[in-house]
């Protein structure tokens, strides 16, 4: 019988039907995978059209760069302007004010983030957080928003491997009902959120797939979709701003080892990943709210959303979590 899982986190639910799928990677359609030059006429990312972009936020090495970051030339918000509030009473607006950037994660065109070079993939995170503090530091923002989008079906509109970076003038009301769910279990319970639910898959172990001295990633028990992921950072630590150096690599490396699984799983998956870190940053690392604790989330596009998600919030997952970690692990 199928089994509905509530998200200790979000609050959502997700049926779990596994006989919609006969096994983890069944609905999963491997794409054939594409054989890609390494430069692309016309691709804006690729090296020799640095003009069709604005100029770099970060360039590593600064010499024929292999990272670089520049602001989106087709950007959500304006990042010019002030915050300002309108409405009637009923409908509220206000301006569009914020940042949008795009990192580029590699140099060739024919390289993802899961086939970097170790020393590539740390500067690609060391971007991320570089860029992340300084949209922080800027007062207009609320809420950084860091995010990949990989294929076509997990909405990439440029093949060359980029993340993004959005920093947006208010909490998304998912982020506040997130903290609520933190502030409440801290309250209640006098412990993190995260902290207990890291103990009690490390305890259970079945949904772990991956451990680094830092870092253990796990299917989560509510998964919207075969291979959905959590990576969570073993050290209580709100925001992803105040991650040491050495941990900022672990962290990368960790990455790495699961984006391979992920493909391994499902050759040539589309995928999201979000980073779920929504506490204030201060000008001194760690004078952020105790009860928040920083995440990464990878959700594989393997199951589509349709009119039930959408009227309903509630997802429909064709494999059961404790099947989808097995076959990630590789056992
Ligand atoms: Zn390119
Ligand atoms: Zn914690």
């Known amino acids: 019988m199928p089994e509905i899982r509530r998200n200790a986190i979000t609050g959502e639910h997700v049926i779990m039907a596994p006989e919609r ?43 024929g760069w292999r990272v670089r970051a520049f602001q989106n030339r087709f950007s959500v918000l304006s990042p010019q302007g002030e915050v300002v509030r309108s409405g ?69 509109s440029l093949e060359h491997a980029h993340s993004q970076l959005v920093g947006l003038p208010l909490e998304p009301e998912q982020q506040q009902r997130r903290a609520e769910s933190f502030r409440r279990a801290w ?54 701003a105040s991650v040491p150096d050495a941990e900022r690599d672990d962290f990368a490396a960790h990455l790495h080892h699961l984006l391979g699984r992920v493909d391994a799983a499902v050759p040539g998956a589309d995928f ?17 709210p105790p009860h928040l604790h920083w995440y990464l989330s990878i959700v594989p596009r393997v199951n589509r959303a349709a009119g039930l998600e959408l009227g309903t919030a509630m997802y429909v997952n064709t494999a059961l979590p404790e099947a989808s970690a097995q076959a990630l692990r590789g056992d």
């Open 21 to 63: 799928g006969k096994r983890p990677g069944a609905a999963a359609r491997p794409r054939p995978v594409e054989r890609r030059a390494a430069m692309q006429e016309g691709c804006p990312f690729c090296p020799g059209n640095e003009a069709q972009t604005p100029e770099s936020t970060f360039a590593w090495p600064e010499d």
């Open 187 to 240: 309250s209640e319970a006098g412990a993190c959120l995260l902290c207990r639910m890291l103990a009690l898959e490390e305890a259970h172990g079945e949904r772990v797939v991956h451990r680094t001295p830092g870092f253990t990633s796990f299917v989560p028990w509510a998964a919207l979709s075969p291979f959905h992921l959590w990576l969570f950072p073993r050290r209580h630590r709100s925001s992803f």
């Open 88 to 156: 009637d009473g009923l409908h509220d607006a206000r301006s569009g004010v914020g940042l949008h950037e795009v990192i580029c994660e590699a140099r060739r065109h024919d390289e993802d983030l899961k086939d970097l070079a170790a020393d590539q993939m740390a500067a690609v995170v060391r971007c991320w957080q570089e860029r992340y503090r300084a949209f922080h530091a800027d007062a207009r923002i609320a809420f950084v928003s860091l995010f990949k989008n990989q294929g076509l079906a997990a909405g990439a």
């Open 272 to 288: 999201n990943l979000v980073l779920q870190s929504s506490a204030p940053v201060g000008p001194a690392p760690g004078d952020e």
